[in-house]
Structures are given as structure tokens and as C-alpha cells.
């Protein structure tokens, strides 16, 4: 039976929480804008990390969400090194970034909620 807290997910939220600190402190690209970190899955070997990342500032198309996660592939060297040296790891995981849909995903839920709600109390006062 696997530990409740192991040390992949533990250092997996340190690696999240400095990532998030270095993306908004240290990388100044514009075309990363205000990014957000949602989440961070480490490979059991600690060697490399899937990061989950969004923008919550507007809504944007599929060319710029492609020009963040450009951007964070270049910037992903520095930001290894940095972690490696605020978190003090034996070994840096390497960095892939993904764009993380489930916020735009739950809005457009919400909308829907919202739409069918506003629906049947119009058919509720008309009846």
C-alpha cells in the first residue's frame, strides 16, 4: 500500500508553489503574461515533470496558448536551474508544460448551468 503522502507528490507541490513564485518574480516574457501553475505530476525517479499551466487574464485563442507554452520551453532551463538551486534536489526534473483547459472548461459549464436555469424560469413564469 502506497504512502498517503510520497515524496514524488510532496516535492511535485514544492516544485508547483517555486515555480509559481519564479514565473511572476523572475521570468519577465511578455508573452507569458500572467500565467498560472495548476498543477505539477513528478515521475517516481523525481527526473521529470509534467506542469500543468493557465492564463487567467482574458481567454485566448489555440496560436497563443501555443506561444505561451513556446515560451516556457525556452524559459524551461533557467527555471530547472533555479529550482534545482532554491530546492536543493540531487536532480532537477526536466520541465514539459501543458496548458491546463479545465477553468475555461468549467466556465463554459457554468454558462450552460446558468442558460438552462435562465430557461426554465421563463417556462416556470409562462406556465
Same mark, same amino acid.
Given at each position: 500500500?502506497?504512502?498517503?503522502?510520497?515524496r514524488?507528490?510532496?516535492?511535485?507541490?514544492?516544485?508547483?508553489? =517555486?515555480l509559481?513564485?519564479?514565473?511572476?518574480s523572475?521570468?519577465?516574457?511578455?508573452? $507569458?503574461?500572467?500565467?498560472t501553475?495548476? @498543477?505539477?505530476? &513528478?515521475s517516481?525517479?523525481?527526473?521529470?515533470?509534467?506542469?500543468?499551466?493557465?492564463? &487567467?487574464?482574458?481567454?485566448?485563442s489555440?496560436?497563443?496558448?501555443?506561444? *505561451?507554452?513556446?515560451?516556457?520551453?525556452?524559459a524551461? @532551463?533557467? *527555471?530547472?536551474? =533555479? *529550482?534545482?538551486?532554491?530546492?536543493?534536489?540531487?536532480?532537477?526534473?526536466?520541465?514539459?508544460?501543458?496548458y491546463?483547459?479545465?477553468?475555461e472548461? @468549467?466556465?463554459?459549464m457554468?454558462? *450552460? $448551468? =446558468?442558460?438552462?436555469?435562465?430557461?426554465?424560469?421563463?417556462?416556470e413564469?409562462? @406556465?
Amino acid at each position: 500500500m502506497p504512502k498517503e503522502f510520497s515524496r514524488p507528490r510532496r516535492v511535485a507541490e514544492l516544485v508547483q508553489r =517555486e515555480l509559481a513564485n519564479l514565473l511572476t518574480s523572475q521570468v519577465h516574457d511578455p508573452r $507569458i503574461g500572467f500565467v498560472t501553475v495548476t @498543477g505539477v505530476e &513528478l515521475s517516481k525517479d523525481l527526473k521529470h515533470a509534467k506542469v500543468y499551466v493557465t492564463r &487567467l487574464d482574458q481567454q485566448h485563442s489555440a496560436p497563443d496558448k501555443q506561444q *505561451l507554452l513556446t515560451a516556457l520551453s525556452h524559459a524551461s @532551463g533557467y *527555471l530547472r536551474r =533555479e *529550482l534545482s538551486r532554491e530546492l536543493n534536489l540531487r536532480v532537477s526534473p526536466t520541465l514539459r508544460f501543458f496548458y491546463d483547459t479545465s477553468i475555461e472548461r @468549467g466556465n463554459q459549464m457554468s454558462k *450552460l $448551468i =446558468e442558460g438552462a436555469m435562465h430557461s426554465v424560469d421563463e417556462t416556470e413564469s409562462k @406556465g
